[in-house]
């Protein structure tokens, strides 16, 4: 085999690992939207569907807090399951915050069907804030 084929050949023997984490990783975030928009008391969705702008903000800032831990766990675990675990504690994190803010703004579902892009810019960023802050934490000392 040549050179090129060789590097070839060795290069894609990750590709089945790459696929399995990959599919993990999207249900895991299909998951968190899932549990997100069932524990949230306003229905994200919904207000997204009818074109309601803080919303959409509000939830895809909790889709990205979310998903930079679940990459930092992706890169560092050392299997699916321990992945797996740790976008847990990621889910859980992105709760807290969520409710959190919501106590320190309050009436977020309110906000949120009103439109508000402050709340929904907030709930956002603050998501964000503690996705990158979880991810630090996953690395360890």
Do not use: K
């Amino acid at each position: 085999m040549t050179n090129f084929g060789t590097r070839t050949a060795a290069s894609l023997a990750g590709l089945p690992d790459f696929i399995a984490y990959l599919a993990v990783a999207f249900a895991l975030v299909a998951l968190f939207v899932l549990i997100y928009t069932l524990i949230t008391p306003q229905r994200e969705l919904q207000l997204i569907r009818a074109g309601n702008a803080s919303a959409a903000v509000s939830l895809g800032g909790a889709i990205l807090g979310f998903a930079i831990p679940l990459a930092m766990s992706i890169a560092q675990s050392h299997d699916l399951l321990d992945m797996a675990l740790w976008s847990i504690v990621a889910l859980i994190v992105q709760l807290g915050v969520f409710f959190l803010c919501g106590a320190l703004i309050g009436q977020v579902p309110r906000r949120l069907a009103d439109n508000e892009l402050a709340t929904g810019f907030f709930l956002a960023l603050t998501a964000i804030a503690a996705g990158v802050i979880n991810a630090a934490c996953m690395t360890g000392p």
